[in-house]
C-alpha cells in the first residue's frame, strides 16, 4: 500500500475510534451515534488526509505497535578520543624508605598555582560500586567574602542530574558516609568543603580506609614561568627523598623544557591527543608526571600518584 494512504488510514482510524468514545461518553445514545455514523466516518476520513498531508513527512509509523522513531536525523555521535604517546621520557628510581605521601601541595599558596585533589578507588565499603569525587582549591580571586578558613577545598561527588535542578550521586553510601563525616560541610547535592589540604587528606584516607583499591591524584597545573619557584617548593617538601630533591633541583626543569609537542589531529569521527609528558617512577610504578599540551605548551599539568 501507498505509504501516503497507509498513514492517512492509521490516522482516520484512531480519530474515529477516539471521537466516536468521546460522543458515547457524553451523549450516552447508541441511537444518536448511529444516526451520525455516517458523518463521522466521513470526517474522519478528511481529518486523517488532512493531518497526513500536515504531519506525515515528519514521522513514520508502524501500526504492529511494535515502533514509532522520527525520520528526523540522529544528532552526530561525538568523535573518539584517542591518545598517543610522541615524546616521553621516564625517569626511575628505586627509593629507600621512600613515602607515596610526599607531594605536598599545601605549599602551593595564592593563585599561581591551580590545585586539585581525584579520589578514585574500586569499591566503597558495602556498596560494590567504585568512589570518586574530586577537590579543588579555591583561588583567592574565588573565595567567598567573610569565609571564615583560609584554605577551602570545594569536594564534589561523582553524580549525575536527576531533573529539576537536582543531582543525584553514583554512590550513595560514598555520599552517605561523607554527609556524616565531622570534618565535612555540606553545600548541597553531592557538594561538600573542608576547611584546609590536611582536612582533605585526612577525609581521603578515611574513604580509603573503607575502600578496595583506593587512589589519590594530586594535581597542579601553573605556567612556565613558574617552573624555577615550583622547582623550588617541591624540592623543599619534607617528605620528599634526598635522591627526588636532587633530581628536582639538578634535572627536571632541563627534563621537562626539552620535550616537544604535536599539534593534535582532528577528523569528523576521532581526535588523536599526542602525549609529552615527563614520567617519574618507583620500583615500576608511576609516582609523579609532568604533561605539556600543544594546544598551549607555557602551561605544565602535574599529578602525583598516591597508592594507599
Known amino acids: 500500500m501507498i505509504?501516503?494512504?497507509?498513514k492517512s488510514l492509521i490516522a482516520s482510524l484512531c480519530f474515529f475510534i477516539g471521537f466516536s468514545i468521546l460522543e458515547f461518553i457524553a451523549t450516552q445514545d447508541f441511537d444518536f451515534f448511529l444516526e451520525f455514523l455516517g458523518l463521522e466516518i466521513i470526517g474522519s476520513i478528511i481529518f486523517g488526509f488532512v493531518y497526513t498531508l500536515r504531519y506525515g513527512k515528519k514521522s513514520e509509523f508502524k501500526f504492529n505497535w511494535t515502533n514509532y522513531s522520527s525520520t528526523k536525523l540522529d544528532p552526530p555521535k561525538p568523535p573518539i578520543v584517542i591518545h598517543e604517546n610522541f615524546d616521553v621520557k621516564e625517569i626511575n628510581f628505586n627509593l629507600f624508605g621512600y613515602n607515596s605521601d610526599w607531594f605536598d601541595c599545601d605549599v602551593f599558596k595564592g593563585d599561581s598555582?591551580?590545585?586539585?585533589?581525584?579520589?578514585?578507588?574500586?569499591?566503597f565499603d558495602k556498596s560494590c560500586l567504585p568512589a570518586d569525587f574530586y577537590a579543588d582549591k579555591k583561588l583567592e580571586s574565588e573565595?567567598?567574602?567573610?569565609?571564615?578558613?583560609?584554605?577551602?577545598y570545594y569536594?564534589?561527588?561523582d553524580h549525575h542530574a536527576a531533573g529539576h535542578g537536582h543531582d543525584f550521586p553514583e554512590n550513595r553510601d560514598l555520599e552517605d558516609f561523607i554527609y556524616h563525616n565531622n570534618k565535612v560541610i555540606g553545600i548541597y547535592e553531592c557538594r561538600y568543603k573542608v576547611k584546609n589540604y590536611k582536612t582533605l587528606m585526612e577525609v581521603c584516607a578515611e574513604t580509603a580506609s573503607l575502600s578496595v583499591r583506593p587512589k589519590v591524584t594530586k594535581k597542579v597545573c601553573f605556567f612556565k614561568e613558574h617552573l624555577k619557584d615550583f622547582t623550588e617548593k617541591v624540592s623543599n617538601m619534607p617528605l620528599i627523598s634526598m635522591e627526588l630533591k636532587q633530581y628536582f633541583l639538578t634535572d627536571f626543569i632541563n627534563d621537562?623544557?626539552?620535550?616537544?609537542t604535536k599539534k593534535d589531529?582532528?577528523?569528523a569521527s576521532k581526535v588523536t591527543h599526542y602525549d609529552s609528558k615527563l614520567i617519574i617512577k618507583n620500583a615500576?610504578?608511576?609516582?609523579?608526571?609532568?604533561?605539556?599540551?600543544s594546544f598551549n605548551p607555557n602551561i605544565v599539568y602535574i599529578s602525583s600518584f598516591l597508592l594507599y
Open 3 to 6: 505509504p501516503f494512504i497507509k
Open 113 to 123: 598555582y591551580s590545585i586539585g585533589v581525584e579520589f578514585h578507588s574500586d569499591y
Open 143 to 152: 573565595k567567598v567574602k567573610k569565609e571564615v578558613w583560609h584554605d577551602w
Open 155 to 157: 569536594i564534589e561527588l
Open 256 to 260: 621537562l623544557t626539552i620535550l616537544k
Open 265 to 267: 589531529k582532528r577528523t
Open 284 to 293: 615500576g610504578k608511576e609516582i609523579f608526571e609532568a604533561k605539556l599540551f
